[in-house]
């Protein structure tokens, strides 16, 4: 089945800095590449997702990156804020129509003012 | 954006008695619902994909007997913990994607259960 690697588990950046949050997969069929903001006790909720046919997605200070050569794919985050302070979780979906997601262990974001 | 709603948010319970987990799709029809648990500081981890009309799919490690799902109408799904244990506190998810031809998963709030 999928695997998904995710680094760094945290990461502590200035406000106003970037913060890249990196995920690697095993499967070469996965095809869908979603990512979710969580904070402490609420749902995950997505903020940026990337299909296999495109390289780059962006949307205001948050940006996707995809690699399919590589089996990898970057949350790029852009002047920070406080608020963007949270759990990210990336995921893969594989090939096929069972919508299945298997998730990376996360990334505690601390963004400091 | 599509909404999933999850009762109860929390539950305490007893040792030994079963707790019931509701998830509805509230603006959408869901032939396929999913269940997760979450530890704390852990990841999401697929507990069973929950099929409206057909029986649940568990992953692997994951009892069926003890975690009951139903999926009793296109909008809703019920997962049943039976005969809890302390072990069995967590935060259970449920997400659900909208229609057929998207691939993007809307979750539920969360269902906060603690076994005394």
């Known amino acids: 089945g999928e695997n998904v690697e995710q680094h760094p588990s945290t990461l502590s950046v200035q406000e106003g800095d970037s913060a890249v949050i990196k995920c690697t997969y095993s499967?070469?069929?996965?095809?869908?590449f979603p990512w979710y903001k969580q904070e402490l006790g609420k749902r995950p909720q997505l903020i940026i997702d990337?299909?296999?046919?495109?390289g780059e997605k962006k949307d205001q200070r948050i940006a996707v990156t995809l690699n399919k050569t590589a089996k990898h794919f970057s949350l790029h985050i852009t002047e920070t804020q406080p608020e963007d302070s949270a759990v990210y979780f990336c995921?893969?979906?594989?090939?096929?129509?069972?919508?299945?997601?298997?998730f990376g262990k996360g990334t505690l974001l601390t963004v400091n003012p | 954006g599509a909404v999933v709603s999850q009762h109860p948010s929390r539950v305490i319970c007893k040792s030994g008695t079963s707790v019931k987990i509701e998830c509805r799709s509230l603006d959408f029809q869901a032939t396929t619902m999913f269940w997760y648990r979450q530890f704390p500081k852990q990841s999401l981890m697929l507990m069973a994909t929950?099929?409206?009309?057909?029986?649940?799919?568990?992953e692997q490690g994951v009892e069926k007997d003890k975690f009951l799902i139903n999926h009793a109408s296109l909008t809703l799904s019920t997962l049943t913990v039976t005969s809890a244990h302390p072990e069995d506190s967590s935060f259970y998810i449920c997400s659900a994607p909208r229609g057929t031809r998207t691939d993007t998963q809307y979750f539920g709030p969360g269902t906060r259960l603690t076994v005394l």
């Open positions: 499967d070469s069929a996965s095809n869908y």
């Open positions: 995921a893969a979906k594989s090939g096929g129509s069972n919508y299945k997601l298997t």
């Open positions: 929950s099929n409206e009309g057909s029986k649940a799919t568990y």
């Open positions: 990337i299909r296999s046919n495109v």
